[in-house]
């Protein structure tokens, strides 16, 4: 495992200096003592896994059956059956949450229907919700964190807001990743493998590690490795293009039809993928009272191809023009610090995760839709915009964008807890994360002359260079107060403050000199809005030696995304602050049996548009009813959990195409979600039984008409979304059940699984109507789009267990379904369908050994 720069360096002295203390032995908690391999074997259907039961999802240690909040853990024992290693598989098995993905990385996470289908965008709206790494927030802009999954604890899916302990991309839950933590005077470990075929497609496996080894009686570490390669299933299919073919003579002259041809990037099973990386921990006891843990996480995803397919081209085909990749390298180092003020606990967590993606990616959907549209309008199609060289010859107007982003994030959390036990108990702490993203998207043309490219880089005709800085602060705090023995009363709030800045650079170039002045794009965006030394901006004081090009961002010519203040160029700022709450009652009637209400509210801080005509976006809020039940029995042989809820999203953050086709993010209308949820699961006699169901009813309250944000009757716009539309991306219904039973084979035992995933149909899109560039025309993209079609997966596994040995035979999709991830297009103007499946049926067997 290699590292590089400050968060490797972090990580190595937190690591060698926790090696060189010498504390005295402290107390453990259940989440300290992973099962051993022999007990997880033993207790195979026959008793509860603790690691499920025992949960911090309210920043203590508590029963699972006891927490009064809606909450799905899957433990150590069945993440392990279910083979679970990636994001995609574990959300299989939580009905409340649904993703909008374009391939793994790429992924923005929804939870109880709180979806526009907007959000992802790099200089966008902040998720709805959370996740979480152990005790640091690693949710990130535009693509959820896929962190590899092994040797870990659980994952905890917490619906609804959790505003008040987790803050603000925790609006709708929050999903949790606890891993295994260093287990003192233990020397243990495993090793697993496994080789797979995928229909369609090529061979793919894994080889994974853990090892836990005592340092002093005091000290423990904790490493695991890890690495994963998913075969490709996508073929890329021969289909040449032909631009300019219906262009009229431009500039007094012909203008020649250009011919671009795939066939040096066609093949078979392209969209490969492979992860690679480790994570090492220390556990020291300072003394009976104080334990320090730092952690280190290392992870590698590089993908290679095209994770969608074209509809029209048959399944699983697609016709690409470029080698595509994507690298996703990210470095995580944490510090834990836990202990006791008297019979107080206090928890200091601090981390710093330090993300890097670089990718390459074909636009050629686009230069297609573009010669179509200003074909029809009689324009020229794609000769209307100059794709020229140095010579004034036409060229093949297809793009590919190579991009970058730099995320870096570092948060800190103080928090004391008075003990648990008191009939009377408190919890509050302050919390400051700082976010920035180094933004870098270079649309480029091969051959495109530099009069005609962005100012300084030739062949480039479209650039984004931004930072993006988000900070938060809050105070948070909980208190509960039991009335007797069978109700709890809980109040708990957030002071939160936000202060989000943009700054740098996109859009065209200019040509001083002309024509054409405009370069080979739009009048509006880039140079033309750059800023002057008056604080005016140059389309409305044409003076090329008055640009301000000083103090810009390395790589740009000059800025046009910033405010002029006092002769200076700043970042443009939204800051605001507010305060979120949770009001909770809980009653017991008897052991076994809770009942609970809950009114909560969680918010997304406000942010920037790109544009300098459209205002700043304010915070949304969702505001949440809910009731739940808990009931278990038999020593939680049987547990039944669900709850009931409806909320209301108050003016959520919208995206859409506005004028001249660029995205905006305004405060749209408001929504009502409402929901029922429901897990059960049964341990006893060598069976288990896991289910889990959601039923989502989510809808606009108001009409929503484009461009002008929740203004109704849209007078000179047009209606985007009328009253009633559901919202997008998450299934009315969608439900999971596994299976699985364990049995005595000789003096060993044997297992068989079986388990579906189940979701019905969604909404590709929230809007009902778009404006084509070009014609003008208005159209409706789910006519073109369809729907994310539903789908029923069955998974099935069988195999033995040789105590220190395990071999396992399993089936994915067993019947090789073609399940949607999702569904949209390549550019706004689009018409063209493209969907995001899952994996085909993937067979293969594991191999696994315990020490």
Known sequence: MKLHGAPARLALALLAGTALSQPAFAQSGPNDT???????????????????????????????????????????????????????????????????????????????????????????????????????????????????????????????PQGTLYGASSQAGTIRIITNKPQLGVTSGRIDGEVNKVAHGDWGGKLEGMINLPVTDRIAFRGVGFWQHDAGYIDNIRR??????????????PVPVVVADNAP???????????????????????????????????????????GYYPDLGELKTDRFFDEFRNDEFVQAALT???????????????????????????TDYADTYDDLYSEA???????????????????????????????????????????????????????????????????IDGLAPNLSVNGRPE????????????????????????????????????????????GFFGFGRDFNGPPYNGAGSSRTGVAGCYTTTGQIFRDNPNPAAIITDGRIPGTFCTNLADFKNGKLVPKRN???????RLNVQYKPSEGLMFYGTWSRGFRPGGINRRATVPPYDPDYLTNFEAGWKVSLADNAVRWNGAVFTQKWKKFQYSFLGENSFTEIRNGSDARIKGIESDISYVGGGLTLNAAAAYTDAKTLKTICSGVGDVAPCDASFVSAPKGTRLPVTPRFKASATARYAFPVASYKGHVQVGVAHQSSAAATLRQAIQLVGTGDIVNPNDYLGRIRGSTL????????????????????????????????????CLRPVITPGTPRTMGIRLGARF
């Open 575 to 581: 800051k605001g602050d507010g305060f979120t709450h």
């Open 378 to 444: 009689g324009l020229g199609g794609l000769a209307y915009f100059y794709f020229q060289d140095s010579a004034g010859n036409y060229i093949d107007p297809r793009q590919r964008i190579e991009a970058s982003d730099h995320f870096k994030k570092m948060s800190q959390e103080l928090r004391i807890a008075s003990p648990s036990t008191a009939s009377t108990r408190f919890i509050a702490g302050a919390f400051f994360q700082r976010q920035s993203n180094q933004i870098f998207q270079d649309y480029i």
């Open 265 to 307: 990037y066609v093949g078979k099973d392209l969209n490969k993928l492979t992860t690679y990386g480790g994570r090492a921990a220390l556990k020291v006891d300072l003394d009976d009272n104080w334990t320090v843990t730092p952690t280190v996480l290392y992870q590698n995803m590089k993908s290679d191809g095209y994770f």
């Open 34 to 160: 992973p099962p051993t391999p022999e007990a997880q074997a033993a207790s195979d259907g026959q008793e509860a896994d603790t690691s499920e039961i025992v949960v911090t999802a309210q920043k203590r240690e508590e029963n699972l059956q006891n927490v009064p909040i809606s909450i799905q853990a899957i433990g150590t024992r069945r993440l392990d059956q279910l083979g679970i290693a990636n994001f995609e598989e574990y959300t299989k098995q939580l009905p409340s949450v649904s993703f909008q993905t374009a391939q793994p990385g790429v992924t923005v996470v929804y939870m109880r229907g709180v979806a526009t289908g907007g959000d992802g965008n790099h200089s966008g709206s902040l998720p709805s919700v959370g996740t979480y790494l152990d005790e640091q927030p690693v949710t990130t802009i535009g693509g959820t964190l896929d962190v590899h999954i092994y040797d870990v604890a659980r994952i905890e899916s917490l619906a609804g």
């Open 794 to 829: 069955v998974d099935f596994t069988a195999g033995l267990d040789f105590r220190k040995f395990e071999a396992e035979f399993f089936v994915n999709n067993v019947f090789d379904k073609l399940n949607d991830l999702s569904v949209g297009s390549n550019c706004g103007s």
């Open 460 to 503: 480039t005709l479209w650039l984004t260079r931004q930072e993006r800085i988000d900070k938060d602060y809050a105070l948070f705090g909980e208190i509960s107060q039991d009335i007797g023995s069978k109700i709890t009363l809980t109040a708990g709030g957030r002071l939160f403050k936000f202060d989000n800045s943009l700054y």
């Open 240 to 253: 040449p293009r032909t631009y300019y073919e219906n262009a009229a003579d431009l500039l007094g002259s």
């Open 337 to 363: 610090v836990e202990g006791k003020i008297g019979n107080w606990d206090l928890t200091y967590a601090g981390a710093y995760l330090d993300r890097k993606t670089a990718s390459l990616t074909d636009y």
